[in-house]
């Protein structure tokens, strides 16, 4: 995310995106004002990215998405807008394809503890962590609450295996993963924004945000999803277009 003067604004994010469906989900938090505005952007079927750092480039999203619509990976869409980037050390970005894989780019001007947790379709990556663990616990979460197979995918040994139906519940399992990273040491500063967008072709799209909070951040991106879950707004999210 970006910097003011007297302000360092750090990121931990995670990203997923299922092949052969086609879902795409993405979340965020920081200790910085309206995380979801400037980091994270996902185009269901194609893939995701956050940009995040020292300072955000809000550009890089309109590269990455051009890159994958054309066919290329998550490691060449990346290069390529690092590479067009005279500011790329302030930058960590993570990109994850149509496929589920995933790069990373970490800027050597980010501060520490910065790191990234790449798996086939699930990725998390931060800066200026407590702990630099914190973007494997987030990985390990996510894989727990919607895997059958979770441990393989903590080991490395198998991609992860869906449970079915798994995606219904990603606003509550992002959440969760968002509790499990912040206990395991998250952001130095704590967070004081937060955000989710999930994009598939069989609903519309849930796009969350928490723009600031000096309270408890997780139960108010929980408040959140429990509205949205309620019967009056459930039934008008069902009547929206899909295409």
């Known amino acids: 995310m970006a910097t003011w003067p007297g302000i360092d604004a750090m990121t931990l994010s995670l990203v997923h995106v299922h092949p052969s469906s086609g879902t795409v989900a993405a979340l965020t938090a920081t200790g910085g004002v309206a995380v979801g505005g ?27 998405q051009r890159a994958l619509a054309d066919g290329h990976g998550a490691g060449e869409a990346l290069s390529g807008v690092v590479r067009e980037d005279d500011g790329a050390s302030r930058r960590q970005c993570l990109v994850m394809d149509g496929q589920g894989q995933a790069a990373a780019h970490h ?4 501060v520490a503890a910065v790191a990234a947790c ?11 962590l407590a702990d630099a663990a914190v973007v494997d616990v987030m990985v390990d979460a996510f894989a727990m609450q919607t895997c059958h197979n ?10 992860p295996d869906y449970r079915e139906n798994y995606a219904s519940n990603l606003p509550e399992v992002l959440i969760h993963v968002l509790d499990m990273a912040l206990e395991a040491g998250g952001d130095k500063r704590g967070v004081r924004s937060c955000a989710l967008r999930i994009e598939s072709f069989s609903a519309a799209p849930i796009d969350l945000r928490v723009d600031w909070c000096e309270g408890d ?3 108010e991106l929980r408040g959140l999803v429990r509205r949205v879950r309620a019967p009056e707004f459930s039934t008008f999210l069902a009547s929206l277009p899909t295409r």
């Open 150 to 159: 979770p441990e393989a995918v903590r080991l490395g040994a198998s991609p």
């Open 118 to 128: 790449l798996r086939p379709t699930v990725a998390a990556a931060g800066n200026m």
């Open 217 to 219: 951040l997780v139960a």
């Open 107 to 110: 800027g050597m001007d980010n």
């Open 38 to 64: 400037y980091v994270h952007h996902v185009w269901r079927g194609l893939g995701a990215c956050v940009t995040q750092g020292l300072a955000t480039n809000p550009w890089y999203p309109e590269g990455i």
